[in-house]
Nanobody, 121 residues
Framework: QVQLVESGGGLVQAGGSLRLSCAASGSVFRIGDMAWYRQAPGKERDLVATIRSGGSTTYVDSVKGRFTISRDGAKNMVYLQMNSLKPEDTAVYYC???????????????WGQGTQVTVSS
């Protein structure tokens, strides 16, 4: 069984920064793509940033130049550095990862429980 646990959310003023972390634990053999999603109140969950196992990254246009996704393979962690935060970045942020839990298993998608980010104007 695999668990993803996010941390680092909180309340920040517009223009401030936060760093989100997500740790994968349990039976982890290999991790493929990892990503951050966010869901604002009353809205759908949207993809924010993705990082592939080889390190290539993609971002939604609204966060390009402000957010940076990174990963630490040795620690089974993914991070989201968020700078120049805006009130419209307020949402619950979710970690997502494709994980093989044994050599013989296929990749399965796991989700964290979410961490709240609130940006005040």
């Amino acid at each position: 069984q695999v668990q993803l646990v996010e941390s680092g959310g909180g309340l920040v003023q517009a223009g401030g920064s936060l760093r989100l972390s997500c740790a994968a634990s349990g039976s982890v053999f290999r991790i493929g793509d990892m990503a951050w999603y966010r869901q604002a109140p009353g809205k759908e969950r949207d993809l924010v940033a993705t990082i592939r196992s080889g390190g290539s990254t993609t971002y939604v246009d609204s966060v390009k130049g402000r957010f940076t996704i990174s990963r630490d393979g040795a620690k089974n962690m993914v991070y989201l550095q968020m700078n120049s935060l805006k009130p419209e970045d307020t949402a619950v942020y979710y970690c997502n990862a494709n994980i093989r839990n044994t050599y013989y298993a296929s990749y399965k998608t796991s989700w964290g429980q979410g961490t709240q980010v609130t940006v005040s104007s």
